[in-house]
């Protein structure tokens, strides 16, 4: 890793520095602005479309972007919240889901799996441009996941989402039971806040494999209820 390089989100804040950091990046802002109206102009629903510009603004605008800097904890908080509350909403905001299914669960799975390997990581800190490679990818794969869970039966809707619930909770499970810290930015980053980098990296585990899991399970089972919902009316009437 170059450790000359600062990530997008800046240096690792201390506690006492946090509430300082905000990111008033003017082309970032500009981007979300863009993202709204446009939109709009091509007929998106405004509360879904608000909703996941507003989360994306959270997470890269608030100091939550720099907290991501210290904490392996945070950014893994920041990944989940982007691909599964952030892309729904912009999924929703969307007239029509559709698309395939498998590739989209599958290109999902791929990529959420690469940008968390160590050596990849480290590669998505050492530039702006790494950077946001990695959040749009993990961003626009999600958006074609929900999409796609949106504009299929609800069997295969199901199928999709009970899939990717169980391999965010094994790459949670792996980086919980891991023996030794894997991301070598964050050796030195943790410390400040009353971790070490191993249960920093624990807790990141933890996060992804019940939080991020259970988002998809929650989601699993709406769909069903549209399953078996039309039988359980007619047995009532």
Same mark, same amino acid.
């Given at each position: 890793?170059?450790? +000359?390089?600062?990530?997008?989100?800046?240096?690792?804040?201390?506690?006492?520095?946090?509430?300082?950091?905000?990111?008033?990046?003017?082309?970032?802002?500009?981007?979300?602005?863009?993202?709204?109206?446009?939109?709009?102009?091509?007929? !998106? #629903? +405004?509360?879904?479309?608000?909703?996941?510009?507003?989360?994306?603004?959270?997470?890269?605008?608030?100091?939550?972007?720099?907290?991501?800097?210290?904490?392996?904890?945070?950014?893994? +908080?920041?990944?989940?919240?982007?691909?599964?509350?952030?892309?729904?909403?912009?999924?929703?905001?969307?007239?029509?889901?559709?698309?395939?299914? *498998?590739?989209?669960?599958?290109?999902? *799975?791929?990529?959420?799996?690469? $940008?968390?390997?160590?050596?990849?990581?480290?590669?998505?800190? !050492?530039?702006?441009?790494?950077? $946001?490679?990695?959040?749009?990818?993990?961003?626009?794969?999600?958006?074609?996941?929900?999409? &796609?869970? #949106?504009?299929? &039966?609800?069997?295969? *809707?199901?199928?999709?989402?009970?899939?990717?619930?169980?391999?965010?909770?094994?790459?949670?499970?792996?980086?919980?039971?891991?023996?030794?810290?894997?991301? *070598?930015?964050?050796?030195?980053?943790?410390?400040? $806040?009353?971790? +070490?980098?191993?249960?920093?990296?624990?807790?990141?585990?933890?996060?992804?494999?019940?939080?991020?899991?259970?988002?998809?399970?929650?989601?699993?089972?709406?769909?069903?209820?549209?399953?078996?919902?039309?039988?359980?009316?007619?047995?009532?009437?």
């Amino acid at each position: 890793m170059d450790v +000359t390089a600062l990530p997008y989100c800046g240096g690792p804040p201390l506690p006492a520095d946090l509430l300082g950091r905000w990111n008033l990046d003017p082309l970032l802002i500009a981007g979300l602005a863009a993202l709204f109206f446009a939109g709009r102009a091509l007929g !998106a #629903r +405004t509360r879904p479309l608000a909703g996941g510009v507003a989360i994306l603004a959270v997470l890269f605008v608030s100091p939550l972007c720099a907290l991501s800097s210290s904490l392996f904890a945070m950014r893994v +908080t920041h990944h989940v919240a982007l691909t599964s509350l952030a892309a729904p909403l912009l999924a929703a905001a969307m007239l029509r889901g559709g698309g395939n299914i *498998a590739g989209w669960t599958a290109a999902h *799975a791929v990529l959420f799996w690469v $940008w968390h390997a160590p050596p990849v990581y480290a590669f998505a800190l !050492a530039s702006d441009g790494a950077y $946001w490679l990695m959040q749009a990818s993990l961003l626009g794969s999600a958006v074609g996941f929900w999409r &796609s869970v #949106r504009g299929v &039966s609800p069997p295969m *809707a199901v199928a999709a989402l009970l899939v990717t619930m169980v391999q965010m909770g094994l790459l949670g499970a792996l980086l919980t039971f891991s023996a030794a810290p894997l991301y *070598a930015w964050h050796w030195t980053t943790t410390q400040g $806040w009353g971790l +070490t980098p191993l249960a920093d990296q624990q807790l990141a585990g933890l996060i992804m494999w019940v939080v991020g899991s259970a988002i998809y399970l929650l989601a699993a089972l709406r769909r069903a209820s549209d399953w078996i919902g039309p039988d359980r009316r007619l047995a009532r009437a």
